[in-house]
């Protein structure tokens, strides 16, 4: 398995920004980005194939959300914009070294220890 390492939670007001970060010790197929709230199911969010740069977004985050990487850093990115109270939430990176790609949970074999986001209107 990969160690993912995440950084770039906080606090932020409506209409804001965050960056989530998500540095990772080795290569692998396919990263993404899910959140949870307490009492709901984990969601995959943003996903990126990252040999072909294909990416995936949930809908209610497509134009607001976006995933990139910097391969010489090994490091994921989740840039958040326009942040409503909806998007509070535990955010966790992901990994996966499977040849498919995409925001199912089935697709990652290694997790992040996840970073809070709160969102206040």
Request: aromatic fraction near 12%; proline fraction near 1%; charge should be neutral.
């Amino acid at each position: 398995q990969v160690q993912l390492v995440e950084s770039g939670g906080g606090s932020v007001q409506a209409g804001g920004s965050l960056r989530l970060s998500c540095a990772a010790s080795g290569y692998v197929y396919c990263v993404g980005w899910f959140r949870q709230v307490p009492g709901k199911e984990r969601e995959g969010i943003a996903a990126m194939n990252t040999e072909f740069g294909a990416t995936y977004y949930y809908e209610s985050v497509r134009g607001r959300f976006s995933i990139s990487q910097d391969e010489a850093k090994n490091t994921l990115y989740l840039q958040m914009n326009s942040l409503n109270s909806e998007d509070t939430a535990k955010y966790y990176c992901a990994a996966g070294r499977r040849s498919h790609c995409g925001l199912a949970s089935e697709f990652f074999d290694s997790w992040g220890q996840g970073t809070q986001v709160t969102v206040s209107s």
